[in-house]
Antibody, heavy 118, light 112 residues
Framework: QVSLKESGPGILQPFQTLSLTCSFS??????????VGWIRQTSGKGLEYLAT???????YFNPSLNSRLTVSKDTSNNQAFLKITSVDTADTGTYYC??????????WGQGVMVTVSS | DVVLTQTPSTLSATIGQSVSISCRSS???????????LYWYLQRPGQSPQLLIY???NLGSGVPNRFSGSGSGTDFTLKISGVEAEDLGVYYC?????????FGGGTKLELK
């Protein structure tokens, strides 16, 4: 059974770096054509696709945030990571990780709320 | 970026009623290999989005067959044949043909 769960700091201040972890089970990022995606939901932009990390360590970043995003993975421990540098209030929202297969983004985590506030 | 426009933004229905949601894309979602990466998701209150339809018309795992998807190119439709109470929430279309992948603004389905 596939499941994903995001974890993060909850609250952080402007200009800090947001670090999120996606812990998953039921699949492996060592499997061909498997990926983990990061999506956020904000009051300003709705659902916004952020980044992907693939089984072969290939990465994709949304150009609108490209310079601020980093993704990585720990295949052995079934985890994926997202970092966003220099956050501001516009980064406040709920962050989701998802499994990506050749078919779809088919399973989503429950989401983690992140608030940027001074 | 590809813009997905969903209509209506709010949909009021009674239990058992059939409803449709439209998703129109600013560009064709047909890729050079003949694939159309258009998806539908339902986000129930307080939950994360769940996959309903993939690749325009394929039912996601465990999704009831009262849901169906259709369309091509730039125009797509999600139909619910007989709304049930558990169908209430916000419906989103999403495209993964063109980078960056993008979502529609959502259609809220509520009880009349």
């Amino acid at each position: 059974q596939v499941s994903l769960k995001e974890s993060g700091p909850g609250i952080l201040q402007p200009f800090q770096t947001l670090s999120l972890t996606c812990s998953f089970s039921g699949f492996s990022l060592g499997t061909s054509n498997m990926g983990v995606g990061w999506i956020r939901q904000t009051s300003g932009k709705g659902l916004e696709y952020l980044a992907t990390i693939w089984w072969d360590d290939d990465k994709y970043f949304n150009p609108s945030l490209n310079s601020r995003l980093t993704v990585s993975k720990d295949t052995s421990n079934n985890q994926a990571f997202l970092k966003i540098t220099s956050v501001d209030t516009a980064d406040t929202g709920t962050y989701y990780c998802t499994r990506i297969t050749t078919v779809a983004l088919d399973y989503w985590g429950q989401g983690v709320m992140v608030t940027v506030s001074s | 970026d590809v813009v997905l426009t969903q209509t209506p933004s709010t949909l009021s229905a009674t239990i058992g009623q059939s409803v449709s949601i439209s998703c129109r894309s600013s560009q064709s979602l047909l890729d050079s290999a003949g694939n159309t990466y258009l998806y539908w998701y339902l986000q129930r209150p307080g939950q994360s989005p769940q996959l309903l339809i993939y690749l325009v018309s394929n039912l996601g795992s465990g999704v009831p067959n009262r849901f169906s998807g259709s369309g091509s190119g730039t125009d797509f439709t999600l139909k619910i044949s007989g709304v049930e109470a558990e169908d209430l929430g916000v419906y989103y279309c999403m495209q993964a043909t063109h980078a960056p992948w993008t979502f529609g603004g959502g259609t809220k389905l509520e009880l009349k």
